[in-house]
């Protein structure tokens, strides 16, 4: 009778034991999904305001193209030494057949 009570302590001793060691895990794995969540959103914060200034950046580059070329003219490309060609040739290649049958 003693024997069995010694073996039901000992196995109630694990069993609380085995419960805290579980809790452990979850209370680390919680803590370790906080913080990776947390620098997650940090870096999307961060992606986004690198996003704002690249694309302000761009728009401002495409607003000096657009100055730039509507102040070429005519008379500015024959300064810059281009000039009207005599003989215009295309360069173009043959169709394609679009149809899904295997090539020969």
Request: proline share 2%; glycine share 6%; charged share 15%.
């Amino acid at each position: 009778m003693n024997y069995i009570r010694t073996q039901s302590r000992i196995w109630g001793q694990y069993a609380l034991l085995g419960t805290g060691a579980i809790f452990g895990l979850m209370m680390c794995l919680y803590t370790i999904f906080v913080f990776q969540t947390i620098s997650f959103t940090a870096s999307k914060q961060h992606t986004h305001t690198a996003m704002s200034v690249t694309n302000g950046r761009l728009s401002d580059l495409e607003s000096q193209y657009m100055t730039l070329k509507n102040k070429i003219t005519s008379q500015t490309a024959i300064e810059l030494g281009f000039k009207e060609v005599a003989i215009r040739s295309y360069v173009s290649r043959p169709s394609r057949d679009l149809s899904l049958r295997p090539i020969q």
